[in-house]
């Protein structure tokens, strides 16, 4: 099993990254855990085994500004940004 790294903010279609998280192709991930506070993600399986995934530093460096653009930045502006996100995943179960 690979957990997969997506930026939505660039591509949401292609990951930026791919990393296994189970030992055997047979286990099932069961579980995913975001820390909120650190760049840290735990993925336990149905064998009861258990993976912490630290996410790069290069992988969190933030897009670069385009000439002109004025960028928002704070909590607010992410939380705008899960919300949305968050919609988007709601609607498509709705319709399925």
């Not at 336990?44 to 460096?61: E, M």
Request: hydrophobic letters at 40%; one cysteine or more; proline letters at 6%.
């Amino acid at each position: 099993m690979l957990a997969h790294v997506f930026d939505l903010a660039i591509n949401k279609y292609e990951a930026i990254c791919n990393q296994p998280v189970a030992a055997k192709k047979k286990n099932k991930i069961t579980h995913v855990q975001f820390n909120p506070i650190h760049p840290i993600i735990i993925v336990g399986d149905d064998r009861g085994h258990i993976i912490c995934l630290k996410l790069s530093p290069n992988l969190r460096k933030m897009p670069k500004e385009k000439k002109g653009q004025e960028v928002q930045k704070g909590p607010a502006v992410e939380i705008a940004k899960l919300d949305k996100l968050l919609n988007l995943v709601r609607e498509v179960k709705i319709k399925t």
